[in-house]
């Protein structure tokens, strides 16, 4: 999705078990879901 | 690793009615308890620097949501402009003020009357003149084309159902050779169409 719209040099962070202990648990281990931070570059 | 998905069928004011409603709470009732981690805690949890979080003031870093560290993809340079997309209480936005310093700009939107409240109020009491804070959303930025150096958002496009429609604002308002770094949250299960078409499980 993000080089179809046109990024580039997208770089993916370390990924978070951000919902672990939280009331969403169960909800986001269902789904495997995960906290990440990415970055990348509008094209000159 | 990540997968493309089909768009969600909900009805969009709704869903941002519900999400800012939510949020309202967030940021006026910080203690209440949420379906989501709040606060200082979860900002260890993802990494930023106690020293960075000490320096805000304790009502910003208490209303503070966000599912990552934009700022563990690098720091800001001095004097650049940047908007921060959905900024919430600031916690990132007030951050971000103190390392591109007066010579730089944050400008920080949020769809939230009570967060854009609270990014204001947590800028005046840190002093940070560079802080400009504005209504809209992810998907109808109120920025202009390409003059921004840097994206920043955290645990925000998740919440919008057209995400390709909210990175492709953040596109239109960098700077050629601008940069995003965005904190969100990944599924690695497909998560069912109705579970999607579901408005309460956006928001909680």
Request: proline letters at 5%; glycine letters at 12%.
């Amino acid at each position: 999705m993000l080089s179809h719209v046109g990024f580039r040099e997208v770089r993916w962070g370390r990924q978070v078990d951000v919902f672990s202990g939280s009331k969403h648990e169960s909800d986001a281990k269902e789904f495997d879901t995960r906290g990440v931070t990415f970055a990348g570059v509008k094209p000159t | 690793m990540v997968q493309q998905v089909s768009p969600a069928k909900v009805d969009r004011e709704q869903l941002r009615r519900q999400i800012s409603k939510k949020y309202t709470d967030v940021a006026l009732d910080p203690g209440k308890g949420f379906h989501f981690h709040t606060g200082r805690p979860l900002a260890m949890m993802l990494g930023y620097d106690p020293r960075d979080v000490d320096r805000l003031p304790a009502s910003t870093v208490a209303s503070f949501a966000g599912t990552g560290n934009p700022f563990s993809m690098g720091r800001l340079n001095t004097g650049e402009m940047v908007v921060d997309v959905g900024c919430g209480a600031g916690f990132d936005t007030l951050q971000g003020a103190m390392q591109v310093g007066p010579s730089g700009r944050l400008i920080a939107v949020d769809m939230t009357a009570a967060m854009r409240e609270k990014t204001r109020a947590g800028a005046a009491e840190g002093a940070l003149g560079n802080v400009e804070v504005r209504d809209g959303y992810a998907e109808d930025l109120p920025v202009e084309d390409a003059c921004v150096d840097v994206v920043i958002s955290n645990g925000v496009i998740n919440l919008t159902p057209d995400k390709v429609g909210a990175m492709a604002e953040v596109y239109r308002v960098l700077k050629p050779g601008g940069r995003f770094q965005i904190g969100d949250i990944v599924v690695h299960r497909e998560v069912p169409q109705d579970a999607k078409d579901d408005i309460d499980l956006w928001s909680g």
